[in-house]
């Protein structure tokens, strides 16, 4: 949770708006030459400027008017006066900034309000590890996350804070600016559901399968996590790195982001909050050294509800003090390499190095969000235009059907779980392949040069058992491939396989191959096993390996040979024909 958590923070600050460049005149000694250009900085002599065109030119300081190099100074000055009154700042009395620091959008709903909460004190300087945990700790139980981000020394904050860092950072923002507006409107629509189908929320069907001491606590926290989901939005789509720093929308956005949490942490029982630092314990190794040492999650006490994943949750934490504060030492660590390329010049090519080497992540985000959002979008819009209860039920449970409709696969109320398997093109590296957990299916293999599609109704192997594919539907160039439960229920267990089509074409005579070697761009496999009303969700983007034929598409069907092998611990495969109903 806490990766997750941090993960978002970090996508928070890398949302920005479309920024505004205004340029400057400049002129050179001789008065004859005169250019249009923003002013980016200052890198040893010469001063770095910013075409209309992108064009960046580097001038000699010696080469320019008299008049433009006291322009230079100026904005330079203004440049570093800016970055010290932001690491400065001090929330003190202030419960956040006066200006709306937020972007202009149109809403069709009415913003939740946040409650009134009392402004955070300082941050106390000379404190032991222990009297900094428990202030931290109380503070944001006070309704005050930007606790964390004054916790940190004021030069740490400078440096994080820097309008160098900003610049760098913001071209490659800049690159993500389609697919950050596409993902803008999906959040907030969700959000408008939230809010103005309040009703239909809590009176569905999904509430039922909740365990039944969680269902008043949902109920009574319905609002405030609301809240707290739309501030969190507004914070992450509104941050704009050329206009503002990141202390100003600290002291904005998140004092409205913790009078909600204020609200739902409320829900918390004393006797719960005392215990949180009970089993919490610090080894001092000297005066500006120290460990903390975490206990392991608790298991939950409320049969149904998974508790915390045990390798999300650090057994201890390196903890160094600097200038009178105790800052984990990966923090400080980041810090000082983040200083150091400052000094030297060289953030733009490491942030250019860390994008080059992200570029898989980048590409495969933006691939997956393409493919759910129309998807997503057309069952938000139903959700919306739900005049029903029946209405609204049928508009979630189609979504949630929905390959990849992870709102009912990843939802805590089946408490279910989801992996990703990425190969040496994706998130992670090569590994080995697991040892098998039960006796591997006949014919499962990742090397498939030499088998033969069966000429027989396809079947499935789940956790070595055998399961009938009994449905078959291609939508959106999505081939869904499913069993039926003992009951002859559709949708239990099957296979989702997203084959990457451009708009408009068929899949009709197409054959589609892949090996565990091929790259990102393969078709993604996501497996879905349910039982015990536990959901299991595997998605991988390669390492398996598929030969998938399609005959032509003719009435509204199309038919298909399949052999597909993951590399789960199960050894899942399907094998055989089908018949697939074909929807646009």
């Not at 810090?335 to 080497?357: F, H, M, P, Y």
């Not at 392949?433 to 293999?445: D, F, I, M, R, T």
Request: charged share 20%; proline share 7%; with cysteine.
């Amino acid at each position: 949770m806490f990766r997750f958590i941090a993960f978002g923070c970090l996508f928070g600050l890398l949302l920005p708006s479309v920024p505004c460049v205004s340029a400057e005149t400049w002129t050179d000694t001789t008065g004859k030459f005169a250019i249009e250009a923003e002013f980016q900085g200052v890198e040893g002599k010469s001063i770095i400027l910013l075409r209309a065109n992108g064009q960046k030119i580097t001038v000699p300081i010696a080469k320019l008017s008299p008049e433009s190099r006291a322009q230079a100074k100026a904005l330079y000055q203004a440049m570093m006066r800016a970055a010290d009154e932001a690491a400065e700042s001090d929330p003190g009395s202030s419960a956040g900034a006066t200006a709306p620091l937020h972007a202009t959008r149109s809403l069709n709903f009415q913003a939740p309000t946040p409650p009134a909460i009392s402004a955070m004190p300082s941050f106390p300087d000379g404190m032991s590890v222990e009297q900094t945990l428990a202030f931290v700790q109380k503070q944001v139980f006070a309704g005050h996350p930007g606790v964390f981000w004054y916790a940190l020394p004021k030069d740490m904050r400078k440096t994080f804070d820097d309008p160098r860092l900003r610049k760098a950072v913001n071209p490659f923002v800049n690159e993500q600016q389609t697919m950050i507006t596409e993902l803008e409107t999906l959040v907030f629509k969700s959000i408008e559901v939230l809010v103005t189908k309040k009703d239909f929320v809590l009176g569905s069907k999904m509430l039922e399968d909740l365990p039944p001491p969680i269902q008043p606590l949902f109920q009574k926290g319905y609002d405030p996590a609301v809240g707290v989901a739309y501030e969190v939005a507004d914070f992450g789509f509104s941050f704009d790195p050329t206009q503002h720093s990141v202390t100003e929308m600290v002291d904005y956005h998140f004092p409205r982001i913790g009078a909600h949490l204020k609200s739902l942490l409320a829900m918390v029982p004393d006797d719960s909050r005392a215990k949180i630092l009970e089993g919490v314990s610090v080894e001092q190794i000297d005066a500006d050294h120290a460990i903390v040492h975490l206990p392991p999650p608790p298991a939950t006490a409320t049969p149904g509800v998974a508790g915390p994943s045990a390798t999300m949750i650090p057994e201890s934490l390196e903890m160094v003090r600097v200038d009178q504060r105790w800052v984990p030492k990966k923090v400080v660590d980041s810090w000082r390499d983040l200083q150091s390329q400052l000094d030297s010049g060289t953030i733009e090519e490491k942030i250019n190095q860390v994008q080059a080497e992200n570029v898989n992540q980048t590409q495969g985000a933006s691939m997956m969000l393409g493919m759910f959002k129309g998807m997503i979008e057309s069952a938000l819009d139903s959700m919306l235009a739900a005049k029903t209860q029946e209405e609204f039920d049928a508009a979630f449970e189609q979504q949630a059907a929905m390959p990849g409709g992870e709102f009912g696969e990843m939802g805590f109320s089946d408490g279910g779980e989801v992996e990703f398997h990425m190969g040496a093109d994706g998130m992670e590296e090569d590994k080995p392949l697991p040892p098998a957990s039960g006796s591997v299916p006949e014919g499962w293999a990742l090397e498939l040069d030499s088998i033969t599609i069966p000429e027989t109704p396809a079947v499935a192997y789940f956790s070595g058992e055998e399961a009938p594919i009994v449905d078959a539907v291609l939508q959106n160039g999505i081939l869904e491939l499913w069993d039926a439960d003992e009951q002859g229920h559709f949708n239990d267990s099957g296979f989702v396989i997203f084959l990457f089509l451009d708009e408009g074409e068929s899949v009709g005579g197409k054959t589609f191959s892949v090996s565990p070697k091929s790259g990102f761009g393969s078709p993604h496999v996501h497996r879905k096993l349910r039982a015990d009303n536990m959901s299991d969700t595997e998605m991988m983007m390669n390492g398996y390996a598929m030969e998938l034929e399609f005959g032509e598409v003719a009435g509204g069907k199309v038919t298909g040979k399949i052999y597909l092998c993951l590399p789960d611990e199960e050894r899942s495969m399907v094998s055989g024909t089908f018949a697939a109903d074909v929807s646009e």
